[in-house]
């Protein structure tokens, strides 16, 4: 594994001035252990030393100071109640992102609550981990060179990476916070491992005693990050698989277990496909959307999920748009003979719930390919919506047509008898 070993020896330095330690933790320790070439882009460092909250004090000093040749420290963000701060760097082989936290302990006063954190030593800050993947650490020296005989494992991270194990830390990791479960089927499919048998068993029982907890948005919030997560994974179709398999979409929603055959073929093509429709949306944001179009039940269903995880908002008006498009081709008006200047009408007319990307959200969904209205929509998204009238605004003008609603008017009608030529 390639690491940024000027910057690190530079920061070990300015630690190692203001009285504190650096230990390395997470990716990059399971690259480093796993033997990976691949480079850090996002390197996560425990802070002790002085004071309650030694990272935050570190983070200022790095703000102050002058970084070495070729960074530049483009964004600092500090979080004072949990001690952490996470900076974003322009290095010569790209962006870097470093998070730096203080070391400390948590606890969950209820189940998907905020922890409440103290400040502690490094060894207590590896015991409060979710695996024991994540609980190993490498206290940095300058000069480094990587050795294995100076890794902190106190849980037996390293053995199990080598079984290929993912292992709990704790007997009620997951009720303190179910979102590592999700957490857990990424670094399943991206390292190969599964469940430890305890660890197995903890995540069954977690589910079938799971009520969604009151008062926690905290939870809802992970929740949705993880997914984000899940998604950006380059194995997230075997991400959802493993979720799948492991009965995690009960996370979701009560008694959500089985997604439809060809889920993630379909989620697949929406990421892709939408994204070249409207690029102000990318494949990740899309996927999940296409996620919860999944979720049985009506519209008001996928909509309560959606604001329980916090969506943004576009992604809740797209999830609400594609429903209200689906109520309106299920009521009983007869549109098997439309013309297609009736359905381009219909769908653009202003007030509709025709966007590209609800139709596209529609046309990917299991119902498709047997609805009557599948032929129309396809047509009209690949098609009749890039048809323009003949004649311009401005060649009407020009014949005498007045501005206003009647150039409109017209506009449309030769648009109207364009569309039904090439029907």
């Given at each position: 594994m390639t690491l940024p070993v000027a910057w690190l020896d530079w920061l070990v330095a300015l630690a190692s001035q203001k009285g504190m330690g650096l230990s390395l933790v997470g990716g990059a320790i399971r690259d480093l252990c796993l033997g990976q070439a691949a480079a850090s882009k996002d390197l996560d460092l425990v802070v002790e030393g002085p004071g309650?909250?030694?990272a935050l004090a570190l983070a200022e000093a790095i703000r102050a100071a002058d970084l070495?040749?070729?960074?530049?420290l483009q964004e600092l963000q500090k979080h004072g109640a949990y001690?952490?701060?996470?900076?974003?760097?322009?290095?010569?082989?790209?962006?870097l992102i470093c998070d730096l936290t203080s070391a400390r302990r948590e606890h969950y006063p209820f189940p998907g609550a905020h922890p409440l954190v103290a400040a502690a030593s490094l060894r207590e800050d590896l015991n409060r981990r979710d695996?024991?993947?994540?609980?190993?650490?490498?206290?940095?020296?300058?000069?480094?060179?990587?050795?294995?005989?100076a890794l902190l494992d106190p849980l037996g991270g390293r053995a199990d990476l080598a079984a290929a194990q993912l292992r709990l830390l704790h007997a009620r990791s997951l009720e303190d916070d179910p979102s590592r479960l999700l957490r857990a089927?990424?670094?399943?499919?991206?390292?190969?491992?599964?469940?430890?048998?305890?660890s197995a068993t903890q995540a069954d029982?977690?589910?079938s005693h799971w009520p969604w907890p009151p008062g926690a948005p905290a939870l809802a919030a992970r929740l949705r990050m993880e997914l984000d997560l899940l998604f950006e994974e380059h194995c997230w179709r075997q991400a959802l698989g493993v979720l799948q398999d492991w009965g995690g979409l009960e996370l979701l929603q009560r008694g959500w277990r089985h997604l439809p055959v060809g889920s993630s073929h379909r989620l697949a093509r929406l990421g892709r496909w939408g994204a070249a429709l409207d690029p102000a949306w990318s494949a990740q944001e899309?996927?999940?959307?296409?996620?919860?179009?999944?979720?049985?039940?009506?519209l008001s269903v996928r909509l309560e999920l959606a604001q329980r995880l916090q969506l943004h908002h576009r992604q809740q008006r797209l999830l609400e748009q594609a429903g209200l498009l689906r109520q309106w081709l299920q009521q009983g008006e007869a549109r098997a003979h439309w013309r297609p200047s009736q359905w381009t009408e219909a769908?653009?007319?202003?007030?509709?719930?025709?966007?590209?990307?609800?139709?596209?959200?529609?046309?990917?969904?299991?119902?498709?390919?047997?609805?009557?209205?599948?032929?129309?929509?396809?047509?009209?998204?690949?098609?009749?919506?890039?048809?323009?009238?003949?004649?311009?605004?401005?060649?009407?003008?020009?014949?005498?047509?007045?501005?206003g609603p009647a150039l409109g008017q017209r506009l449309w009608q030769e648009r109207a008898a364009a569309l039904d030529r090439g029907a």
């Open positions: 309650p909250w030694p070495p040749a070729g960074l530049l001690g952490t701060a996470r900076l974003l760097l322009q290095a010569p082989q790209g962006e695996f024991t993947l994540n609980a190993m650490a490498w206290p940095l020296r300058q000069g480094l060179i990587w050795n294995p005989q089927a990424r670094y399943a499919a991206r390292l190969g491992l599964e469940l430890a048998p305890e029982e977690a589910l899309l996927r999940l959307v296409g996620l919860l179009e999944l979720l049985p039940g009506d769908l653009e007319h202003p007030g509709s719930h025709g966007h590209p990307l609800a139709v596209l959200l529609l046309l990917l969904h299991p119902e498709a390919p047997g609805a009557p209205w599948r032929r129309p929509l396809l047509h009209w998204l690949l098609r009749w919506r890039q048809l323009r009238s003949p004649l311009s605004a401005k060649q009407l003008l020009a014949e005498g047509l007045p501005p």
